[in-house]
């Protein structure tokens, strides 16, 4: 996780009052864009409240989900050495945001060591993320891929409190299908299976 938390832990003191002089804060509304592929790279966000999906486009139109982010995670970080997005962010929640211009992250990277590390090794942990997707993709059955996806649920958005076992947020029938790769109805079978064989409850 590279978060707001992290970044200010891996600051010297001196960079702080720089951090928090050029930094802005954004709210955003579910369903509205925070950046779209094609967008001009201005900066990084860090997720303060709210739930994200991270979207590629795929043959000149379609958009496949590829990451979700919740609280204390980073948007816009693989933009750094680019012009434009090239990827696109929406809000699935009201979300906000803290807001820092490229040019003052990468120059307190550069300048704190500790945080370059700390960032190669964050880039290498969602490179392996990245590929056991595809491996997932590649030779997983569909309904392996959206087991997959619900334990990817629970490791980024948890329980809607500490007693329960009610995900804090779930993500529409669509866009699992969207983020496996298969059919909305798929999906909905699978849930039903899944119910049926007491692994999941379903809550309406």
């Known amino acids: 996780m590279f978060s707001n938390k992290i970044f200010k832990k891996y600051c010297s003191a001196e960079w702080l009052p720089i951090f928090d002089m050029n930094k802005s804060t954004i709210h955003v509304k579910a369903k ?5 592929e094609g967008d001009p790279v201005k900066g990084v966000y860090f997720i303060e409240g709210g739930k994200v999906k ?3 486009g795929f043959n000149g139109k379609d958009e496949k989900i590829i990451r979700i982010a919740s609280n204390d995670m980073i948007l816009g970080h693989r933009g750094i050495n680019y012009k434009h997005y090239h990827i696109s962010s929406e809000a699935l929640t009201d979300t906000t945001l803290t807001f820092l211009p490229i040019n003052i992250f990468l120059k307190i990277v550069k300048a704190n060591p500790n945080m370059a590390v700390y960032l190669l090794d964050f880039f290498i942990e969602e490179l392996r993320e990245a590929e056991d997707r595809m491996d997932s993709l590649l030779n ?8 997959i996806v619900l334990l990817k649920l629970i490791d980024c958005f948890g ?6 076992n009610l995900l804090s947020f779930t993500l529409s029938r669509a866009d699992i299908a969207n983020m496996v790769g298969t059919t909305y109805e798929t ?3 699978t849930l039903a299976n899944f119910e049926k064989l007491k692994y999941i409850e379903l809550s309406w």
């Open 159 to 164: 329980y809607i409190d500490k007693k329960s």
């Open 54 to 56: 991270v979207l590629a």
């Open 187 to 189: 999906v909905i079978r």
């Open 32 to 36: 509205q864009r925070i950046f779209n």
């Open 140 to 147: 997983f059955d569909p309904k392996k891929r959206i087991a």
